[in-house]
């Protein structure tokens, strides 16, 4: 295990395992952001952002948004750092599949249809592995899409499902802070859409899934996007 589950500041993202998207049970669909996959460690003041090699990623001016943010004490959030979310929100769906056209209710979900093989799934994960280089220009916004510790309580074993509507509580959106959308299947009349948008690949989480910091879990898998 590369993160001591007793020690949060020794904790890494949870990585995409090798089982092919269609063979995930119960999934929860969600898109794969292009960014820096990090773990927020957030309080009332602030946060720091650790990536997948413990770097911390400087960017003030979100850190003190996701504290504002947060109505807890403390916690622990899965996220990514992007250039994404600042887009005019076109194409935005909420969670009960209402569309609202606000970038803070985005879903940008994909329906990938069961000839996803092990070759693609290997091809979207490498890509979104790959860090982004960021000009000093680009406004970045963090979205965060799991919640892994909650007022110094880990949340490690609680199932994914349950984890993001903790989040959903904890969180508040803002410009610079936003919270993933997750939808389940049948989701595929939003092909065409999110295409549009540019997203290149999805994840396919099992609802029930456990978080295991630093480590691949085959209930998660990536995806590549068709491309028609």
């Given amino acids: 295990m590369i993160g001591d589950p007793t020690l949060p500041a020794t904790w890494r993202p949870q990585a995409f395992g ?15 952001w292009s960014g820096i996959r990090v773990l927020a460690h957030a309080g009332r003041t602030g946060a720091q952002f650790l990536d997948a090699e413990g770097g911390v990623q ?3 001016d979100v850190a003190t948004a ?5 109505a807890a004490d403390d916690a622990v959030l899965d996220g990514y750092l992007t250039t994404e979310a600042t887009s005019d929100g076109t194409g935005i769906l909420t969670a009960s ?9 985005m879903a940008r979900q994909f329906l990938v249809g069961g000839g996803v093989n092990r070759r693609e799934n290997r091809a979207a994960a490498a890509e979104a592995a790959v860090p982004p280089v960021f000009g000093v220009g680009d406004v970045l916004v963090f979205v965060a899409v799991d919640l892994i510790r909650l007022d110094g309580e880990p949340l490690l ?18 410009p610079l802070v936003r919270r993933g ?35 691949p879990n085959d209930d998660w898998a990536s995806a590549s996007i068709p491309r028609k």
């Fill in 97 to 105: 599949g209402v569309s609202a056209m606000r970038p803070s209710d």
């Fill in 181 to 215: 959308i997750h939808v389940k299947p049948p989701i595929d009349v939003w092909i065409s859409t999110w295409r549009s948008l540019g997203f290149r690949s999805v994840a396919y989480k099992q609802a029930n899934s456990r978080y295991r910091p630093g480590e």
């Fill in 58 to 60: 400087d960017w003030p």
């Fill in 18 to 32: 090798r089982r092919p998207a269609r063979e995930i049970e119960d999934p929860l669909v969600e898109p794969l």
């Fill in 157 to 174: 074993d609680v199932p994914l499902l349950e984890r993001k509507r903790l989040l959903d509580g904890v969180l508040m959106e803002g």
């Fill in 66 to 70: 996701l504290g504002t943010a947060l």
